[in-house]
T-cell receptor
């Protein structure tokens, strides 16, 4: 299965700061990556689908200007939380799966990074 | 729209006992179903998946799950619990397998009593 590296694993910063989180697919060409958010002791909620070379698709209720997604290559997607506030504190997890650069493998499961714990003071 | 219901936010079993974690789903199309495990402050690890074919699916660490279309269920079982199984377990559904975003259940925290 795909190996997914997410960086940083933990961020603590002041309110108003913008924070960038990287998600790398180490052995898999990912035209599609996914970003999830997990509040403490709750489930994961899909935030957006990151598409290589095109705009991300955001889920209803997710502010696209707040959560900027860039997927410039087949191995890297970034999530930038702009002007972060305490309510943005959460566990953010990316995943890779589904399509390759040469065709779709729709029955392949998503593989997840280890997540980023974001704490805004 | 898809949804996943996991009955029981916490399940406690004795070491060596049967583990049963329940998952029911709703989907407008034949679903792809997954079970993931999450250890504290970590990402998710895939336990097993159902796409098509055999309805009894075997996964890692001795876990298995059975897809029952008539019951819209995909319960996770393990014959004998081990202390290392203590974690959070998530059931998830997708219309398009790994190609689409997953809809997760709320999770079940599995506690193993010595």
């Amino acid at each position: 299965g795909a190996v997914v590296s997410q960086h940083p694993s933990r961020v603590i910063c002041k309110s108003g700061t913008s924070v960038k989180i990287e998600c790398r697919s180490l052995d898999f060409q990912a035209t599609t990556m996914f970003w999830y958010r997990q509040f403490p002791k709750q489930s994961l909620m899909l935030m957006a689908t990151s598409n290589e070379g095109s705009k991300a698709t955001y889920e209803q209720g997710v502010e696209k200007d707040k959560f900027l997604i860039n997927h410039a290559s087949l191995t890297l997607s970034t999530l930038t939380v702009t002007s972060a506030h305490p309510e943005d504190s959460s566990f953010y997890i990316c995943s890779v799966g589904g399509h390759t650069g040469t065709g779709s493998i729709s029955n392949q499961p998503q593989h997840f990074g280890d997540g980023t714990r974001l704490s805004i003071l | 729209a898809q949804s996943v219901t996991q009955l029981g936010s916490h399940v406690s079993v004795s070491e060596g006992a049967l583990v049963l974690l329940r998952c029911n789903y709703s989907s407008s199309v034949p679903p792809y179903l997954f079970w993931y495990v999450q250890y504290p402050n970590q990402g998710l690890q895939l336990l097993l998946k159902y796409t098509t074919g055999a309805t009894l699916v075997k996964g890692i660490n001795g876990f298995e799950a059975e897809f029952k279309k008539s019951e819209t269920s995909f319960h996770l079982t393990k014959p004998s619990a081990h202390m290392s199984d203590a974690a959070e377990y998530f059931c998830a559904v997708s219309d398009g397998g790994g190609a689409d975003g997953l809809t997760f259940g709320k999770g079940t925290h599995l506690i193993i009593q010595p």
